[in-house]
């Protein structure tokens, strides 16, 4: 009888040992770059194809669909649309108001959100401020303070405690760790706004030590939200930019959400990446997700958990992606939730009031659908602002006398972006909305000194955007890298120059010097004449490049001569009012070599077509469906 009795306690507790399987969704939003709504505020239209409130409906959508659910934001929340710079110097939020954008997240019923890098562009006061007004746990693991720097300047982790059902229908309160991290280079792209006041650590490093403490404290799971995305180059060194594949590597970590990359993951851009796993959706074994830019996606993470003992353990996960928009049919999948609208309407509103306001007059369309291939008009009004601006800033100093050039990029050329991110201002008036349009970041004037040999360089780098083409390959080749971003596609006026795309790309995109022998930049001259490598010039460009971003050779807060207080959308707009009513036109001072025998072919967007009348030497091989065409450059 004692035996029987036993035998039956011990059952009893292997059954209590071994609970029902748990099912946990755990859900993502990544870089909505304050795209609040499904509105594009430099058209100033609805969008179907952004915005969080649509978002919103897949995510009230997905959380019906379990009973078990967490959602995270992975930051570049803050920054991004005119709605964020109305917000941030228009019509400052007060002291007891919270931050529009940290409005919605609280509707939404967020659990847990990151830091990402567009987050430092403000300043950290208005960024204390946002997250002091959330409902729910900022973290961030790798930025310390400068004056001490074993001290977090943000909360590192946090840990959840819920309470979830299994599949019997019996509750478990689950201890979930959330860590946060940030890449490193905001040290160089946010240098005004966190010099001598924080520092910044290695992703891996951090996140390293982070998890192991909540191990040690014994959470159930940890979730690492990671404003990081994948490159092919396994070999990152230390405080590297991309290092998803090397965070999944860290022990105790159960699903990897991802970001900065403006990507989707998974998904077939990244067939064959090393350590992937696309079908389940993980990275080495990790479940990971990154749910594309400006609200296009939902990231699905679902878990399956036994627990033997008093562990859970992760024995099934599968990740997925909901997209708001179908980029194949051009045809939106949800609706907006109108909740969203609601909430931030004022500020919508008066972002619209400010858009809205007269400028200038164009006599001609300004647009960027060929600003790869092309001097562009686009880029040539940013870039003669700045010179504008800037001959006034050093007036009287001793770089007044020195040769100046200007350097502007496509911020606006489609890529990650997607096919319908170009600028497109038609001939008319040109409001505010215009100035953003050109120049949709809130960079500084800033200027450099740097050798003739530099500016070679520059251009060497910049010129890494292109495919090598074969001259005695296929009739047809592809030029432009679709991997490549056109924000570090640098053109400098004041000089001219040929790009010999048949030569191979003398650096990488990290910067690294890859082959010495290569020169794409051919007859560069100043003033008609072959440039003097020795000779000392002042560029103009943006903190952002100044401080390094984009890995340009030579370019550091070293070379910085004067550092502007004012944005380059403020000297962009001061430049049109004094315009008044002009014409959009670039100056050719830059072209591609033709590569006799050989059609170059790039992709852009189908409404290029309207403007081909307007480019000479471009035309339409074919439209691709999903709003893209296939156009070749003439020899």
């Known amino acids: 009888m004692r035996r029987l009795l036993l035998s039956f306690a ?44 649509r978002t919103a409906t897949l995510i009230k959508a997905a959380r019906q669909e379990s009973a078990n659910s967490l959602l995270f934001d992975n930051g570049d929340l803050l920054q991004g649309t ?70 977090h300047a943000f909360v590192p982790s946090t840990i959840l405690t819920r309470r979830f059902k299994d599949a019997a229908g019996k509750s478990h309160l689950l201890r979930i760790g959330v860590v946060g991290v940030v890449p490193p280079q905001i040290m160089q792209w ?17 996140a390293t030590s982070e998890v192991r403490k909540l191990r040690a404290k014994g959470v159930d799971l940890v979730v690492l ?20 594949a090397q965070l999944s590597a860290i022990p105790g970590i159960d699903a990897l959400l991802l970001g900065h990359q403006h990507a989707e993951f998974p998904s077939a851009q990244f067939a064959g990446f090393p350590g992937a796993d696309l079908e389940q959706g993980t990275l080495h074994g990790v479940p990971a997700v990154m749910a594309g830019h400006w609200g296009s996606h939902l990231g699905l993470v679902d878990l399956s958990l036994d627990r033997v003992g008093k562990h859970w353990k992760v024995i099934k996960a599968q990740v997925s992606l909901r997209p708001i928009f179908d980029a194949a049919t051009r045809q939106p999948l949800v609706d907006a939730d109108p909740e969203i609208g609601r909430l931030i309407a004022r500020e919508h509103s008066g972002t619209l009031e400010d858009m809205r306001r007269p400028v200038a007059q164009t006599r001609s369309p300004i647009f960027s659908y060929f600003a790869t291939v092309m001097d562009d008009p686009s880029v040539q009004i940013v870039s003669d602002a700045q010179a504008a601006y800037a001959r006034e800033l050093l007036k009287g100093t001793p770089e007044a006398d020195l040769p100046m050039l200007s350097a502007a990029a496509p911020f606006k050329a489609g890529g990650r972006q997607g096919i319908s991110f170009y600028t497109d201002i038609p001939a008319g008036p040109l409001l505010a909305k215009s100035v953003a349009e050109l120049y949709i970041y809130p960079n500084l004037v800033t200027v450099v000194k740097v050798s003739g040999a530099e500016v070679r360089e520059w251009l060497e780098m910049s010129a890494g955007i292109f495919l090598r083409i074969d001259p005695k390959g296929p009739p047809e080749q592809d030029l432009v890298d679709p991997a490549a971003r056109s924000y570090n596609f640098d053109t400098i006026d004041g000089v001219t120059y040929e790009i010999d795309v048949t030569q191979p790309a003398r650096y990488d995109i990290e910067g690294k010097l890859v082959a010495p022998d290569s020169h794409r930049i051919q007859a560069l001259r100043w003033q008609g004449k072959p440039i003097d490598e020795t000779a000392q010039f002042i ?18 807060a070293s070379r910085i001569v004067n550092a502007s207080p ?46 081909l009348p307007l480019v000479p030497g471009i035309t339409l091989v074919r439209k691709l469906g999903g709003g893209a065409a296939l156009f070749e450059l003439s020899e």
């Open 190 to 206: 946010d240098h005004r706004n966190l010099e001598g006041k924080v520092i910044a650590r290695d992703m891996i490093e951090a």
């Open 539 to 556: 560029v103009v460009t943006n903190n952002y490049r100044a401080n390094g971003g984009g890995h340009f050779p030579a370019l550091n």
């Open 566 to 611: 004012a944005e380059t959308r403020e000297a962009v707009a001061q430049y049109l009012a004094r315009q008044g009513t002009m014409d959009a036109r670039a100056d050719g001072n830059w072209r591609l070599r033709p590569v006799p025998g050989i059609r170059l072919r790039f992709t852009t967007s189908e409404k290029a077509e309207a403007y």
């Open 225 to 244: 939200i990671a404003h990081t995305g994948l490159s092919p180059d396994a070999d990152q060194p230390p405080g590297g930019e991309y290092v998803a």
């Open 10 to 53: 011990l059952c009893l507790g292997l059954a209590a040992a071994h609970a029902a399987p748990l099912q946990i969704r755990l859900m993502e939003t990544t870089d909505i770059h304050m795209n609040l709504l499904d509105w594009d505020y430099y058209q100033d239209r609805p969008s179907a194809e952004l915005g969080l409130a």
């Open 82 to 151: 005119p709605l964020g710079d109305h917000v941030a110097h228009a019509a400052p939020w007060s002291k007891d108001e919270v931050h529009p954008a940290i409005r919605v997240l609280n509707a939404l019923h967020y659990d847990a959100a990151n830091i990402g890098n567009h987050d430092f562009n403000y300043g950290l006061p208005l960024l204390r401020q946002a997250i002091a007004g959330a409902r729910f746990s900022y973290v961030n693991a790798n930025v310390m303070l400068a004056s001490d720097a074993n001290r």
